[in-house]
């Protein structure tokens, strides 16, 4: 019976051969769909504005020019919507990460009055849209005298919802409490505990956070869009959009401008791609 066993198993290793090749066949189709646009979008951006849609595209641009790239670096300001997007992204994923993981602390290790009220409405306003308290949250800024575009493209993305939410979630399952206790053993105040016992193993997690806050700052279109009137003080995305819109639809401006607003989306990614990989390893398996 021993020696019938290997041949039992033949068929099993053998039909799972095709499904493999299923499996990688559909991953690569799945790759090209996804990675394409960008693709285009770079070969595009070299190409002289007759030969972007010509047909058949070809992949590499002949002749290849940088023409686009000066055009747009010299006759639109570019570096002012590149520099405000990045820079207050940058800023609200730091001020969001530090406040999601102090505010899920203490909705997962304390007790309070009100807090499974609080966190009920809290985590309720996920499933509300930004555009149904964007004229509110507008007039609220604007009433302060806080719709400086420094301040005021910052301010709504500092507490995120999902982000209190996802800390609470892994700082219960991660951090058992008899490391808290023995932190106060030693004399450790409660906000040193999260300086120096929290947030060193909350790395993955944080990791992950900052990639999607970051995505989610750098990327939006409505906030801005009802905020900002000036041109110059525009975000990347309106910047682009209004090349899109001209009368002549500057597609030899637009392409390059994506190329380049996706770089540091692209480096934010490589920077933490350890972290975020950790972070939604441990979320499928604890979860």
């Known amino acids: 019976m021993t020696a019938a066993t290997p041949p039992a198993n033949r068929p099993r290793r053998q039909g799972s051969i095709p499904g493999r090749i299923a499996l990688y066949a559909t991953l690569s189709v799945l790759l090209l769909v996804f990675i394409?646009?960008?693709?285009?979008?770079?070969?595009?951006s070299f190409k002289l504005r007759g030969d972007i849609f010509e047909y058949p595209p070809k992949l590499i641009p002949s002749p290849a020019t940088l023409d686009n790239f000066r055009n747009l670096l010299d006759g639109e300001p570019f570096w002012n919507w590149f520099f405000i997007s990045v820079t207050t992204a940058l800023i609200a994923t730091a001020i969001a990460v530090f406040v999601c993981a102090l505010a899920g602390f203490a909705f997962a290790?304390?007790?309070?009055?009100?807090?499974?009220?609080?966190?009920?409405?809290?985590?309720?306003?996920?499933?509300?849209p930004f555009a149904v308290i964007l004229v509110p949250l507008f007039v609220l800024i604007v009433k302060s005298g806080l719709s400086n575009p420094w301040f005021a493209l910052?301010?709504?993305?500092?507490?995120?919802?999902?982000g209190i939410f996802m800390m609470q979630q892994y700082i219960i399952q991660s951090i058992p409490d008899e490391i808290l206790e023995a932190a106060r053993i030693d004399g450790a105040t409660e906000f040193g505990i999260f300086l120096r016992v929290v947030l060193p193993l909350l790395?993955?997690?944080l990791g992950?956070?900052?990639v999607w806050q970051f995505l989610q700052s750098y990327n939006h279109f409505l906030w801005p869009l009802v905020l900002i009137s000036e041109t110059d003080n525009y975000t990347v995305p309106l910047g682009l959009n209004i090349l899109?819109?001209?009368?002549?639809?500057?597609?030899?401006l637009v392409l390059p401008g994506a190329v380049l607003a996706s770089v540091p989306t692209i480096l934010v990614f490589l920077l933490l791609r350890k972290q975020l990989l950790e972070g939604l390893s441990t979320g499928a398996v604890k979860g």
């Open 36 to 44: 394409a646009p960008m693709i285009w979008a770079v070969s595009g």
């Open 109 to 128: 290790k304390y007790r309070f009055a009100g807090k499974r009220l609080l966190f009920s409405v809290m985590f309720s306003s996920l499933s509300v």
């Open 154 to 162: 910052i301010v709504p993305w500092v507490a995120p919802a999902f």
């Open 203 to 205: 790395r993955p997690p």
């Open 208 to 210: 992950a956070l900052a």
């Open 244 to 252: 899109f819109k001209a009368e002549n639809r500057s597609f030899d």
